[in-house]
Each structure stands twice: as C-alpha cells, then as structure tokens.
C-alpha cells in the first residue's frame, strides 16, 4: 500500500519525495522461447520451462512412463523468458528503482531494453539490480535467457583441469545428467538414487521493481538472546537497508504484550547496509517459550518494527518472534568412550523423532501451500517432532519453515551440498558466500530450525574414499573440503547466527572430527556424533545388525508406492515385477532385487497365478517389509536412550530416511507422491507414541522396555499377551512388577526367557504362538498404544488360517468408519481406498479379535458410498 500523504496539503500535487516505497510485481505470464525461436509460448512465472510445456500441452506428464528420458533434450537446450511492462512516471522518479530476482533457475543473463543488467550462477541466490537509469514509460523488455545447466556444469568441469572432481557422472542406473557439483543448483536434479533426470531451468520465485526515494527494507530478521545467568531475554533484530537518504532515521521495536518500546535514532550511509539492534526484554518473566511438538506449545509474541525519515513512517512490519534456546550437547558420558550428542530445546534434553526431507517436486512450482502443508501434517499425525532438509536438495520456501515453526517441527537443516567432493575456485566460493548469508539472513529467525549443517556425507565421502582417490592426492581434496565448508561457510554462520550449533558435515563426529582436522578416521563411529546406517540384506528384524549410535540421521529401507500411484503413469504392460517400467524407476542399483530378498527372510512372496494381483500384491509386500524394518531399527533407536551397553548408547536421535517423494517411484519414503500414506508412516505413527512398549529379544530372553517421551514419571508395569495364530481368543497372559519410568528415558519392565514364558501357557511353540504387549497403570488402566512381538517369521507360521474379513463403511456423527469382522487372526490388514485422499487412524494392523473399527480421515468431501466401493482389503495370508 502506498499513497501520496507527504507535500500534499501545501503545493496540491504530489512531490518528488513520497515516504513509502512501492512495488511492481513482474510475476505473472511471461513469453518462453526455445533457441532458435521454433517454440515460442506463454510461461507463468514464477514456473520453469517444463512445467510451461506441460501446461500449453507440448510434452506429456513428465513423470509418465519413459518421460524423464524422452524429455532430456528439454535441458540441453538454451530458453529465453521476456516479458514487457509500463513503468509509471512516478516510479521512475524514484531515487532507487531495484529490480530483485528472488530465485533463478540458475546460469543466466538478463538484460533490459537491450542492456545487460547482470548474469546469475547460483539457484539459491536471490539476485538485485539497480535498474532506474534504463526504465521507459511503456515497453521495456526485461529478458532472462537460460544457459542449458547441463552444459554448463560440463563445460565448467572442463575448465577445471588441474584434477578431477567427482563424481563425474551418477551411476547409468539414475539415467541423469553429469558434473552437477560444478553448479550451484539443486543437486538431486540432475538425478538421484529415488529421483529423475530433470534438471530445470526458469524464474522459480518472484520478479518485482522496488522503487523508493529514502531507504527499503530488504530482510528483517531477529535471534532471541538469553542470558542463563539471569533468566533474562533479549532480542537482537537485523536491519538490511537499502538507502537513498542517510540521516534523520528513527527506528522503533515494540512488543505490546510484554511492553517492551525500544526507540533508535540512527542514520544510513547511500548504499545496502546491515544494522543490528539489540535490546533486553525487562519483563523476561511474561515471555511464552515455543516447543518441539509433544513438549509443548508454538506461542509466539508479534514485534512491531516501524521506521521514520525526518519523522514520515517509511516503514511498517510486524513479525511474528518466537523464544527459545538450543544446545547441542557433546560431553563425556560416564562408562562410555566417546561423547554425547543430543540436542536440548529450552534446556530440556529431547529425543529427536523423525525422518528426511526432499524436494516434493522435480518442478518447484508445482509444490503449493496445500501440498505442504498436507506432508507437514502427516510428519506431525505420526508423531514426529523433527525433520532434516537434507542437504541435495533446496533450502525450502520460507512457508515451510513457517509452517515447521506453527506445528513445531525441528529442522535440521544441511546446506546444499551432497555426496560429491566441490570445486573451490575463487568464483565457485564466492556465489556459495553469498548464498550462505542471504540464506542464512533468510531463515535465522525461524525457532523451527536448530542446527545447520554444511553438508550430506561428503566427510564420509572422503574418510571411506567413496571416488577411488589416492593416498597422495587426498591432501587436495581435504584442503577444498576445510576450504569450503569450514573456512567459508562455518564462518559465516558463526558470524550470522550465532545461536545454533554448527555442524560441518553429516553423519560426522562433531567435536572429534574437528580435532582429526574435520575429516575424521570414521565419521560412522557410534561413540561420537551422528550416524547414517543402511544394511538392505542383512536381517532387518536382528537388533544386532544395527549400530547403537548417539543419533541416528538416516536408515531405511525402500519399498514400491500403491497401485493407485503407479496407475497415472504407467500402462497395463508395465504392471509387472520384472517389466521394463519397473526396472526402469528404480534408481538404486538392485533395489528390487534387494526388496524382495528382504522381504523373503521373514515372509512367503506372493505368486498367484494372476499377474496384475501378483504385481499388486508385491507392492504391499515391499510395504510391509519396510514397515516392519523401519519399526524394529526405530523401536532399538528408541530403546537405547537411558543405556550405555559395550560402552555405546545413550541414543537421542532417529530419522529415518525418507520421509516424502518427488515423483511416483520406489524409494525410502513412508509418504507416497501425492502425500498417501505408506503402511510404513501408519507403523511410524506407532513407533513414534510419545510413550511406548518396546520388545526386544536377547540371547532367548524377552525383554519389555516402556520407552517414555512425557514429562512426567508413571508408575507402569508390562502385560504381555499369548495368542495362537490358529483362532482369535488370546492363549494366556503375564503382567510384570510395577515400576517407575522416569519422564525421558527407556526403563525395562519385564524381561524373562521365551522358553519360560511358553511353557506355562497351553500348548504354545514359536512356530504356532505370537505376543502381543502394552503398559498399564496401577489402577490397570492401558497407558501408551499396542505392540507385538513375532517369535518366529510369518512365513513359518503354523496355524495362519486366510481370513474371512468382512468389511462395513458408515458414516455417523464422528465421520467417516469402516467396521471389520474377521474370521481369524489376520497379519498386516492393508485398507487401501485407491486414490481418495484422505487416511486412516491404524492400518497395517494385526488382527487379534472378531471386530475392529477404524476411522477414515478424507482429505476432500468423500461419502461412505465412494469410500466402499474403492476399499480392498489385503492380509499376509492372502499373497501366497
Ligand atoms: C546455448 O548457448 C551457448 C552460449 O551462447 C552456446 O554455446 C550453445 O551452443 C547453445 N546451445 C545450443 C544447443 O544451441
Ligand atoms: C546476565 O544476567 C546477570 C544477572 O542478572 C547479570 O549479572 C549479567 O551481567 C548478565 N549477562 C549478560 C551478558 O547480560
Ligand atoms: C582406483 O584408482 C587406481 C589408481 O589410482 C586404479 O588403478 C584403480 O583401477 C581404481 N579403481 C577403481 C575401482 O576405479
Ligand atoms: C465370510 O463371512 C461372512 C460373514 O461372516 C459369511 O457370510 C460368508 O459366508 C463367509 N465366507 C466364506 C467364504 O466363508
Ligand atoms: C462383532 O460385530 C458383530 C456385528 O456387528 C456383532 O454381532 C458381534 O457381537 C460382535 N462381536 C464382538 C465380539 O464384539
Ligand atoms: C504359493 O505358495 C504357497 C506357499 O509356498 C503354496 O502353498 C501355493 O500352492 C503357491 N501357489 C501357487 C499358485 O503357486
């Protein structure tokens, strides 16, 4: 908003000199053309060139079938976006006119009315010029015309000839593009082990004209400062000014509910500067403290920043701020070598509960404000409090941080840096310094995020010589590796933010990689820092494979999405295992092959006769073996917080890889593209409860661990439940002491040997019997969700009859229900309603009794009607 209030009064018109800046916003639709001018189309921005061909119908769906590859010309070619626009008069008389790019898609040149403004390298840069001296009254031509990425990542690696920086090019399973660590763009597309080939190219955020005759606000940014000593809080709020006019500047802070007023006078030299205020807050008492999810509440107060010139407010802001303090703890633990390594949110130690990160899209336009916040919201139903925006990726747009800090997501937050060794020439370094500090400007006053990190596994990558280099040519690569992320961009977040901890690299060692000169022996020691474990074939149910790690960032298992996924993009011949289609989306070296080994350890493939059933049914097999996985490498994780055992424990971290996907493929994720929940994120829900009973079985013993997230100490015992898996009605069951579990920790309630606990029960053996367990108060009273444990694999039950399940969808007061009856004990009971969006409130669930009821949350208005007639039901039994 902005109107002529200033000379008005006196001279009747509007002088040169009117306070408040303006803006034009240029987003909109621009003009697209190819290089040599054959196709020439509308293109909205902000957008990318794929998405504007898909929209005027000249590619198909991208994401259909063979598309990635039939669509590889579309990023080796040069495109060119213009766009034309009128320019008031009265916005040219502005002192400073700004033409601001909040995001290029990445190597360009712009010019405007024929004059070349400036040229662009960096993806996560947001580039400005000033630009009033070459603006007309109507017709300028603003031009932005795209160097293929791909041929310029080449080209650059060419000139670069002392030695090679690898990788060269992603293993001929990905089908991507090479040498995407020479340029500053989205790592993961140019291809990734769960993602496409595509690398974009486009205006991918806002254009604008900013036009003002004294300063402008460029960032507004604040850290909360909290003196420990005193209780007292601070703030320290950011200031990046553009100015025109240098004095008479009065600046104002005010916070109404804690009645802070806070008057600057000050003054601005011709140019951008950062100016920092800080000031204490005398009623520190009346401050609410934001809390990860299930710890507590997001409250925050609303700052408001006004700005004068010579007395006129030049400026108005309010911004929402938020209070709370993070540490990283790395410190000797007694009994273990090694130090810790857990984060604590006001104080309190908390147990990091989660998963990772990736773009949600191979064309960022096309992740909108419901898609997002649809992903955030499953991470919270499943009770995770924590996410890593890993670092191959984008550092996401600022409503995703928003949206983390409104629902209290902590991030962990990589800078954009993964699994490669990166040049360091003086112009390589230069854009990356000026992408850490507008990134960091950026998003430090977001609470949600509690650490950075400098990079996703390039330590690792260099410690384990992932790319063959040798003995005498590592001093190179180290030297770049210090270069980059420690002498520039630790550095700089020091400088910037220094209100969280720092980490140059994950997994790494923390403090102990520092002392062995940043790359660390084995950054994968579980004594020290944070792990990344992957193990696709050895026995995922087997505790003992696991690492008994400080933190654990990421571990997984892929499995295939629903049919109803597949469908949009594939045809009838694709709906096999073994098809050409199949093959050709999964991006990790044997990764079907590797799914269905696993899967065979413990359960019956399916085989019938029919193919498309037993194509769908393999789907839900993958699903169920990552489910069961994740849950028994997440249960240990979990497990491990209150023990040191060997010397190594004391875990307070898991998230597991990967939380979301960027196309409709195999992968990690527990969340399908389109946001279906996988059975993996119903088991997450589960293995996630902020109290939980967890099994594990050591040396033919059982052992029952309540692992607790609350607060409070409770008073709880074990009970465990024998059932056969020949009829419903449970065998027998076994009830342990009562005893106290402290508020955070992992306590035993119960442990006995199998052998023991069956030969007082019926007829039991572990090929015929399973357990079911959870935790009750004194008073009897359930406290925390279900477990179970198997005591054999389900492929050698002895008993598991296919069950009879009928199904029933009503609608009543409390939604939407589906009522099952069963025949018998039925294992992993898969409710998929095809593509209604929308989820249930358990799936995936073992059925131990003749009824079950579980309610169905749509996503749009859905009748019971629909909802039956797209429900299938799937048990174990039913596959083979
Ligand atoms: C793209 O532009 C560059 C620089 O002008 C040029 O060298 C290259 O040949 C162009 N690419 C194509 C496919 O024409
Ligand atoms: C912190 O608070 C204590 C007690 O109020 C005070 O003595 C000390 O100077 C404060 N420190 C800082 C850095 O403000
Ligand atoms: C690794 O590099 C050495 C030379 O330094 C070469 O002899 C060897 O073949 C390479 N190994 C692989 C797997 O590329
Ligand atoms: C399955 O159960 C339903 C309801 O209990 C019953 O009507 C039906 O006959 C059963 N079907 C089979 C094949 O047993
Ligand atoms: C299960 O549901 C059926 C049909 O609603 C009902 O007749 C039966 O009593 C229920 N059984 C149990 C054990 O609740
Ligand atoms: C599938 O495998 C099961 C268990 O091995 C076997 O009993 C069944 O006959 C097989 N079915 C077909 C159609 O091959």
């Given at each position: 908003m902005y109107w002529c209030a200033c000379a008005l009064l006196f001279t009747g018109v509007c002088s040169v000199f009117s306070p408040v800046p303006e803006q034009l916003s240029?987003?909109?639709?621009?003009?697209?053309?190819?290089?040599?001018?054959?196709?020439?189309?509308?293109?909205?921005?902000?957008?990318c060139v794929h998405s504007a061909l898909r929209r005027e119908g000249?590619?198909?769906?991208?994401?259909?079938?063979?598309?990635?590859?039939?669509?590889?010309?579309?990023?080796?070619?040069?495109?060119?976006?213009s766009t034309t626009f009128a320019a008031s008069a009265h916005l040219r008389s502005r002192q400073e006119v700004e033409l601001i790019f909040d995001?290029?898609?990445?190597?360009?040149?712009?010019?405007?009315?024929?004059?070349?403004?400036?040229?662009?390298?960096?993806?996560?840069?947001?580039?400005?010029?000033?630009?009033?001296?070459?603006?007309?009254?109507?017709?300028?031509?603003?031009?932005?015309?795209?160097?293929?990425?791909?041929?310029?990542?080449?080209?650059?690696?060419?000139?670069?000839?002392?030695?090679?920086?690898p990788p060269q090019c992603p293993p001929d399973v990905q089908k991507g593009e090479c040498h995407v660590n020479f340029i500053r763009k989205e790592q993961s597309s140019f291809s990734w082990d769960w993602g496409p080939s595509f690398p974009t190219m486009g205006l991918w955020r806002d254009v604008r004209l900013e036009g003002f005759d004294a300063l402008q606000l460029q960032q507004l940014s604040y850290l909360p400062l909290y003196n420990g000593s005193g209780s007292q809080w601070g703030l320290q709020v950011e200031l990046l000014i553009d100015a025109v006019r240098t004095t008479g500047v009065q600046v104002t802070f005010s916070i109404s509910e804690l009645g802070l007023e806070q008057v600057f006078q000050t003054q601005f030299l011709p140019g951008r500067t950062k100016r920092t205020f800080t000031f204490n807050i005398e009623k520190s008492s009346r401050v609410k403290l934001w809390w990860p999810s299930g710890h507590g509440d997001q409250p925050f107060h609303l700052l408001s920043v006004r700005v004068f010139v010579d007395g006129s407010l030049m400026l108005d802001r309010e911004v929402k701020v938020y209070f709370r303090t993070v540490e990283l703890i790395q410190e000797p633990i007694p009994g273990s070598p090694g130090l810790s390594f857990y984060f604590q949110i006001n104080g309190k130690p908390i147990f990091l509960k989660g998963s990772n990160w990736i773009p949600a899209h191979a064309f960022q336009d096309q992740v909108t404000p419901a898609v997002l916040k649809n992903l955030l919201r499953s991470a919270v139903d499943a009770n995770m409090n924590a996410l890593r925006v890993w670092g191959g990726g984008v550092y996401e747009q600022d409503l995703f941080y928003d949206m983390c800090d409104d629902m209290g997501i902590m991030v962990w937050q990589d800078f954009m840096f993964a699994c490669a060794m990166y040049p360091t020439e003086a112009d390589f370094i230069q854009t990356v310094r000026e992408e850490a500090v507008q990134q960091v400007g950026r998003l430090k006053s977001h609470p949600s995020i509690i650490i950075w990190s400098g990079n996703n596994e390039n330590e690792a990558a260099l410690a384990t010589n992932w790319f063959n280099i040798s003995a005498s040519q590592r001093p190179v690569y180290v030297k770049d590796y210090v270069t980059l992320y420690v002498d520039n961009i630790r550095k700089i977040v020091q400088?910037?933010?220094?209100?969280?901890?720092?980490?140059?690299?994950?997994?790494?060692?923390?403090?102990?990689?520092?002392?062995?000169?940043?790359?660390?022996?084995?950054?994968?020691?579980?004594?020290?820092?944070?792990?990344?474990f992957y193990s696709y074939l050895s026995d995922c149910w087997d505790w003992t494979t696991f690492p008994r790690t400080r933190f654990a960032s990421e571990y997984g298992f892929q499995s295939w999405p629903s049919f109803s996924t597949l469908q949009p993009v594939s045809v009838g011949e694709d709906w096999s295992f073994d098809s050409r289609f199949t093959s050709h989306r999964q991006h990790h070296q044997s990764g079907n092959q590797q799914m269905l080994e696993q899967a065979a350890l413990h359960f019956h493939l399916p085989n019938a006769t029919d193919l498309l059933r037993r194509f769908t049914q393999t789907l839900y097999i993958t699903q169920v073996m990552q489910a069961q996985c994740v849950k028994a490498q997440t249960e240990f994780y979990r497990s491990s917080r209150s023990q040191v055992v060997g010397g190594k424990g004391h875990t307070m971290g898991a998230l597991y890889w990967q939380l979301n996907d960027i196309w409709p493929a195999p992968s990690w994720s527990s969340l399908e593209f389109g946001g279906k929940w996988k059975m993996l994120h119903y088991f997450a829900r589960s293995f996630f409860a902020p109290l939980l009973p967890v099994s594990v079985e050591d040396d033919g013993a059982l052992i029952i661990y309540a692992v607790s997230d609350l607060s409070a100490d409770l008073k709880l015992r074990a009970v465990v439940t024998v059932h056969s898996w020949a009829y419903l009605d449970p065998v027998c069951s076994r009830t342990s002491d009562l005893r106290v579990v402290p508020g955070g920790s992992a306590a035993v309630l119960y442990r006995q040997p199998v052998a023991t606990l069956l030969a007082g029960c019926g007829r039991c053996t572990r090929l015929t019997c399973l357990l079911t367990f959870h935790l009750e108060d004194s008073a009897g009273i359930q406290q925390g969700s279900n477990n179970y444990h198997f005591l054999s694999s389900p492929r050698e039950a002895e008993g598991l009859q296919r069950a009879n399940i009928t199904v029933k969808v009503q609608q009543d007061g409390g939604g939407l229900t589906v009522t099952l009856q069963s025949s018998s004990i039925a294992a992993f009971v898969w409710l998929?309603?095809?593509?209604?969006?929308?989820?249930?409130?358990?799936?995936?669930?073992?059925?131990?009794?003749?009824?079950?009821?579980?309610?169905?949350?749509?996503?749009?208005?859905?009748?019971?009607?629909?909802?039956?007639?797209?429900?299938?039901?799937?048990?174990?039994?039913?596959?083979?």
């Open positions: 240029l987003s909109g639709t621009w003009t697209l053309s190819g290089q040599d001018g054959a196709l020439v189309l509308p293109a909205v921005v902000p957008g000249l590619i198909q769906d991208p994401y259909f079938r063979f598309n990635d590859v039939s669509y590889r010309w579309i990023a080796l070619e040069n495109w060119t976006y995001g290029v898609d990445t190597v360009a040149s712009i010019t405007l009315n024929g004059n070349l403004v400036g040229k662009t390298d960096n993806m996560f840069r947001r580039y400005d010029f000033s630009v009033r001296e070459l603006l007309k009254e109507a017709d300028n031509l603003l031009q932005v015309q795209f160097l293929s990425p791909v041929v310029y990542a080449s080209e650059r690696s060419k000139a670069h000839q002392s030695y090679r920086v400088k910037e933010d220094p209100s969280r901890p720092f980490l140059v690299s994950s997994p790494t060692n923390g403090v102990e990689s520092e002392q062995e000169g940043w790359v660390a022996a084995d950054p994968y020691n579980p004594h020290y820092g944070d792990v990344h998929d309603v095809g593509n209604i969006p929308g989820r249930f409130t358990a799936n995936g669930f073992l059925m131990l009794s003749r009824n079950k009821t579980v309610g169905f949350e749509p996503w749009r208005p859905t009748s019971a009607a629909e909802l039956s007639r797209s429900l299938t039901v799937t048990t174990l039994r039913d596959v083979y």
